[in-house]
C-alpha cells in the first residue's frame, strides 16, 4: 500500500470497512490539488475515534468516497482546558487558534472586554483553522471554537467548579506561580484568560481579582504580546497541571 | 511634554544630554510615516544603556537629530541563554526571532541540520525583525542574530561550560524535565536547540544524546510546530532555570 500523503478531519463515522463521503471543498482538495486518485491512502479522523487509514474508492469532481480500512493511531483527548482570549489582528488571532490546538486545549473562547479592539470575529474561519491545525500537527481532536462572549457575562455564567487562570500585566515582579497551583489547586477543570493588547480594564482586574474560582498569574519580567502569552500559559499549565507532567 | 509614540533603537550613546542622529530610514519612519516634527517625543534605546526619553531637534527628510532628556527604564538583560534553530519557512521564522526577542533569549543562532529545508537566511533582514520586537515589546536589549552554522560545525566548537537542551520528538512519553534540570544543573549559561520541521537524523539524533554536555527533553505528548516547540521550550526553561523564577 501507498504511503498517505494526506491528513483529513471528516465529521463521519469511523470504523473498520466503514465507508466516508467527501462533500465538494475535500473532493477538490484530495483530487484537484493533491492529484489523488482511487487506491490512494488518506488518513482520516472524527476527532472521537482516533486516526484511520482509508483508500479512495470514487474521485469526482465535486464528490469521492473513502473506505476505512485500520485504525491507525488512537483517540488522545486534551485536558479539561479553555483558552479564552480577546481578539487581537486576524494573523495573530490565528495564530492563537493553532498553538491552542497544538499545545493542547479542550474549547476556545474569543471574549470581548473593555479594550478588545478587534475586527469582527469570524467563528467558522477560527474553526476552520482549528481543524487545519489539527490535520497538520497529527491530532485526533479539534477544539470547539465558541461564539464569542463579553467578559462580564461569561464570569457572571460561570460553570461551577472550574477554575480561571488571568495572566495579571500589574505582576511583572512576581514569580509565575503556575508551579503553586499545581500544589494547591485539586485537580479539575481550568481555563486560561488572556487579555488584549490593551491589558484589562481596572474595573475588569478588580473583579477578578475578587473571583473566588479565578487565579492571578505573572508571565516574567518582559512585557509579552497577546499571542506570546497564550502559548506561554498553555505551556505552563500544560507543564504543572496538564498533560505534560 | 507631550507622550511618546514612538520606541526607537538606535546604535549610538545615549545619556544626558546626548545628541542622537538619525540615518536616512530612521528619520523616514519618525517624520515621514509617524508625522512628528521638532518638540515631539521618542523613547530612545541601544541594547546598553536602558531607555530614555528624547526629544526632536531637527526633522528632515533624510536626517534628523535628538537630544536625550532623561532616563525612563534601566537597562534589563536577558538571561545568558542561546536559542539554536533549524530554519523553517519565512513567516515562522520571523515568528521565532520575534518571540526569543519577547521571551528573552541573550543570542539567536539559525543552523542547518540534515534536514533543514529553507529558503536561504538572510541574517540581516531577522536581524532588522529582532530589532523591531524589541522596540514594539518594551524590551531594552536585541538579541544578536548570529550567521547561520552548520550543526556539526557547532557541537565541535561548542563553548566550554554552555549545557545544551535539544527537544526529542522520541520523547513523547517522558515528562517534560526543565524541572529535573533546574533541580541537577548548577546555574550557569544554557542553550535550547529546535530541530527543522523532519525532526534530527538518526546519526544526529545519536551524536546529540553522546555529549556530556547535551540534555535531551521532551514537549508533551502532541506533535509541535518547530515554531510552536521554540516557544515552549523558552517558556519552561525561563520558569525553570531562568528570571520568570
Chains 1, 2 share one sequence.
Not at 469526482?60 to 479553555?82: F, I
Not at 498553538?99 to 469570524?122: D, H, M, Q, S
Not at 484589562?200 to 512585557?223: M, N, T, Y
Request: some cysteine; overall charge neutral; hydrophobic content about 45%.
Amino acid at each position: 500500500m501507498s504511503e498517505a500523503k494526506v491528513r483529513l478531519y471528516v465529521d463521519q463515522p469511523l470504523g473498520p470497512g466503514q465507508p466516508v463521503s467527501l462533500n465538494a471543498d475535500q473532493a477538490h482538495y484530495l483530487f484537484s490539488v493533491m492529484r489523488l486518485g482511487p487506491g490512494a491512502a488518506v488518513l482520516l479522523f472524527n476527532g472521537q475515534a482516533g486516526e484511520w487509514r482509508a483508500t479512495v474508492e470514487t474521485a469526482g469532481k465535486r464528490a469521492g468516497s473513502l473506505r476505512c480500512a485500520a485504525q491507525t493511531a488512537p483517540q488522545v483527548m486534551p485536558p479539561d482546558l479553555w483558552l479564552l482570549f480577546a481578539p487581537i489582528k486576524k494573523a495573530r488571532t490565528d495564530f492563537i487558534v493553532e498553538k491552542a490546538v497544538e499545545l493542547g486545549a479542550a474549547r476556545i473562547v474569543p471574549v470581548l472586554t473593555e479594550f478588545t479592539n478587534a475586527e469582527r470575529v469570524r467563528v467558522d474561519r477560527l474553526q476552520a483553522h482549528a481543524v487545519e491545525a489539527a490535520e497538520q500537527s497529527g491530532g485526533t481532536f479539534v477544539p470547539e471554537v465558541a461564539e464569542p462572549v463579553k467578559l462580564a457575562r461569561l464570569l457572571q455564567d460561570w460553570p461551577e467548579g472550574r477554575r480561571l487562570i488571568f495572566c495579571d500585566e500589574g505582576l511583572h515582579d512576581r514569580p509565575v506561580g503556575f508551579g503553586d497551583l499545581a500544589a494547591t489547586d485539586a485537580p479539575g477543570p481550568w481555563a486560561i484568560l488572556i487579555g488584549p493588547e490593551g491589558g484589562f480594564s481596572a474595573a475588569e482586574r478588580a473583579r477578578l481579582h475578587a473571583l473566588p474560582f479565578a487565579r492571578p498569574v505573572g508571565l516574567g519580567p518582559r512585557i509579552l504580546r497577546a499571542d506570546t502569552a497564550a502559548v506561554a500559559a498553555i505551556t505552563l499549565w500544560q507543564a504543572h497541571l496538564g498533560d505534560w507532567r
